[in-house]
């Protein structure tokens, strides 16, 4: 399932962005990368940007590989990540449950592709239509023009379909295959944010694997 999103490994760069939105520095917290959120998202209500940092470092992959699932395209996934941990900066305070974060964030990555969607839509209607698809057509286009139109009509096709049923399989597999094949991250970070041990993470992905290759296998 190899794909161009496996190449965008890093934390999106939000730090400019977040000095933009306001944000402060007051101190340095002591930060056990092992931990849970909850003392870095009480620094974060203070307005620490470090300590909000290092929760986006924890789920930028997972939010990304969302992201990328939904969208099919390299670069509205990263900026929907970047727009998603924007909001949760500015959102922070509304954080009630610290044990919450990555659905909570998962939650705004959600209103930030339906708001995506609506505003191309928007912008196809007052351009008075150019021909080109919209709906899932739209969001699934190819990221890379380099291809021929036939190969990458193929390529289009072929991701589609991938894409379809990864979304289909249940959540224990779409998340472990969606971080290590759609975010590129390795078997610790996936590890760490699933809290599974090595033995249940390799068990996840082959399985899910098989799920998926049968699947794309079949007539």
């Known amino acids: 399932m190899s794909d161009p999103a496996a190449a965008t490994t890093t934390t999106p760069a939000i730090g400019p962005s977040l000095r933009a939105a306001g944000g402060s520095s007051p101190g340095v917290v002591m930060i056990d990368a092992h931990g849970g959120d909850a003392a870095l998202i009480a620094a974060s209500k203070r307005g620490d940007r470090e300590a909000f940092e290092e929760l986006v470092r924890r789920t930028a992959r997972l939010v990304y590989a969302r992201a990328y699932l939904e969208t099919g395209d390299v670069h509205r996934a990263e900026d929907l990540v970047q727009e998603t941990f924007l909001t949760a900066w500015r959102k922070i305070d509304q954080l009630t449950d610290a044990s919450g974060f990555r659905p909570w964030v998962m939650t705004i990555l ?10 191309a ?5 007052k351009r008075g239509g150019s021909g080109r698809a919209g709906g899932d057509d739209e969001l699934l286009r190819l990221a890379d023009p380099s291809p021929t139109p036939a190969e990458a009509a193929q390529t289009n096709e072929e991701r589609q379909r991938a894409l379809s049923i ?6 224990e597999y779409q998340q472990v295959l969606m971080l290590r094949y759609l975010a590129g991250a390795d078997y610790d970070t996936i590890a760490r944010q699933l809290a599974l041990t090595n033995g249940s993470l390799r068990g996840l992905l082959h399985r899910g694997l098989t799920m998926l290759r049968k699947q794309l296998e079949a007539k």
Not at 110 to 119: G, N, P
Not at 121 to 125: A, E, G, L, N
Not at 166 to 171: A, E, F, G, K, T
Request: proline fraction near 5%; avoid cysteine.
């Open 110 to 119: 959600h209103s930030a592709l339906i708001d995506s969607v609506r505003r």
């Open 121 to 125: 839509s928007r912008k196809k209607r």
């Open 166 to 171: 990864l979304r289909s399989l249940p959540r």
